[in-house]
Every structure is written in structure tokens, then in C-alpha cells.
């Protein structure tokens, strides 16, 4: 099965930049999600089909997808970013097709 | 606006089997594209997608839960349900129901319902 591998952690002080990364095999041939998941709260979609973000995201978010690793960018980090963050995908290069979560990051604002 | 609700039992005992149900609105599962999905998030866990089913009745469901699973749509209600079977402690979670292809037009899960919190114990 695919897998999806993340950071566990990432600490960022307010105003810097957060990069958190997603890696896969092959995962620049897929489009990459990430969602934003603050705690006791349902997921949030951030950035949809590797660098796109829905309507009311601040453009603070980005993302890039190469090679092997995705990428989620936390522009001008502010005290309500920290959250954890999941990366997600559809693989479909297997016989089972499965759209796959990655670990999850924790962001934490010092 | 669009919204959603999952809603079922919160406990459940091994073996048994759960029903959960997602009531939506804002948009239908009568539309070209849409599909509505399921996830689940054990306690302090990383999610994982469970089932998803399409405006045309196709379903696609996780390779390892796939003999436990059933989801089925009722477009005149605005729901989708699951099903789950021979329910373990292990299968303790939030499940969340999220749809696709209604507010971005892509296989991202784009709005969360709130969640229902599921427990299985004896």
C-alpha cells in the first residue's frame, strides 16, 4: 500500500516561514491535499490539487509537489496556524485503490 | 451554505454491527462529479479514509476494510449511510463524513461534517 510520510513535529516562531513536508513515492505524478486540523475540530481543507486553495484560505498557505516530496507552506506564521496538518492523496497505482492520509504534522507556534 | 451532520449510536459493543448516517445540504448527490465520503480519526491517530460513493452510485471502499464495509445513498433524503461490521475496540473513533466536487472541482474532501465520536466497548 501507499504510504505517506510526515514530520511529526514543526516549530515555527510568529511571523517566520513553516514548511512541512509530505513524502511518497512518485507523489509529484499525484495531486496532493492538505488539510489544517485545529484541536477538538473537524479537518479543513487548505490546499487542494498540490497548489490550490479554496475560497476564505489566506494566500499564506502554499503548496508544491516534485519527485518525492510535497510540500505545505505557512507564510507570515501567526498564532493561529498551530494546528496539525495532514497531506493526503488518491493511489490508484495499485491493484487496490485507496486515497491514502498522510502521519500528520504538528505545527506548534513558540 | 453547505453543510453536513454524521449522527448514530455512540457506543457500541464488539461484534456488533454500526450504522452511521450523514445528512447534507447545499448541494446534491444528484449532481455530475459529486461524491460524499468517509473518514475516521482514532484518538490522538492519523486519519484514514474508509468508503466513498458518486453521484452515479459508484463506491469505492478502503482495500483493507473493504469486507466490512457498505455505503449507500438515498438522494431524496439528502444522506449518505454506512455500515460497519463485527465492530472491534480497535475501530473506536471519530468518523466524519466529506464530500467531493462541490465547492472545488477535484478528489480533495473539501467541507467536514463535525464528527461523531464512536466507542466500541463491552
Known amino acids: 500500500s501507499y504510504v505517506l510520510t510526515q514530520p511529526p513535529s514543526v516549530s515555527v516562531a510568529p511571523g517566520q516561514t513553516a514548511r512541512i513536508t509530505c513524502g511518497g513515492n512518485?507523489?509529484?505524478?499525484?495531486?496532493v491535499h492538505w488539510y489544517q486540523q485545529k484541536p477538538g475540530q473537524a479537518p479543513v481543507l487548505v490546499v487542494y490539487d498540490d497548489s490550490d486553495r479554496p475560497s476564505g484560505i489566506p494566500e499564506r498557505f502554499s503548496g508544491s509537489n516534485s519527485g518525492n516530496t510535497a510540500t505545505l507552506t505557512i507564510s507570515r506564521v501567526e498564532a493561529g496556524d498551530e494546528a496539525d496538518y495532514y497531506c493526503?492523496?488518491?493511489?490508484?497505482?495499485?491493484?487496490?485503490?485507496?486515497?491514502?492520509f498522510g502521519t500528520g504534522t504538528k505545527v506548534t507556534v513558540l | 451554505q453547505i453543510t453536513l451532520k454524521e449522527s448514530g449510536p455512540t457506543l457500541v459493543k464488539p461484534t456488533q454491527t454500526l450504522t452511521l448516517t450523514c445528512t447534507f445540504s447545499?448541494?446534491?448527490?444528484?449532481?455530475?462529479?459529486?461524491?460524499v465520503g468517509w473518514i475516521r480519526q482514532p484518538p490522538g491517530k492519523a486519519l484514514e479514509w474508509l468508503a466513498l460513493?458518486?453521484?452515479?452510485?459508484?463506491?469505492r471502499y478502503s482495500p483493507s476494510l473493504k469486507s466490512r464495509l457498505t455505503i449507500t445513498k438515498d438522494t431524496s433524503k439528502n444522506q449518505v449511510v454506512l455500515t460497519m461490521t463485527n465492530m472491534d475496540p480497535v475501530d473506536t473513533a471519530t468518523y466524519y463524513c466529506?464530500?467531493?466536487?462541490?465547492?472545488?472541482?477535484?478528489?480533495?474532501?473539501?467541507?467536514w461534517g463535525q464528527g461523531t465520536m464512536v466507542t466500541v466497548s463491552s
Open positions: 493526503q492523496v488518491w493511489d490508484s497505482s495499485s491493484d487496490h485503490p485507496d486515497y491514502v
Open positions: 466529506a464530500p467531493q466536487g462541490v465547492r472545488v472541482v477535484s478528489d480533495a474532501f473539501d467541507i
Open positions: 512518485n507523489i509529484g505524478s499525484k495531486s
Open positions: 447545499g448541494f446534491s448527490l444528484s449532481t455530475s462529479g459529486v461524491g
Open positions: 460513493i458518486y453521484w452515479n452510485d459508484d463506491k
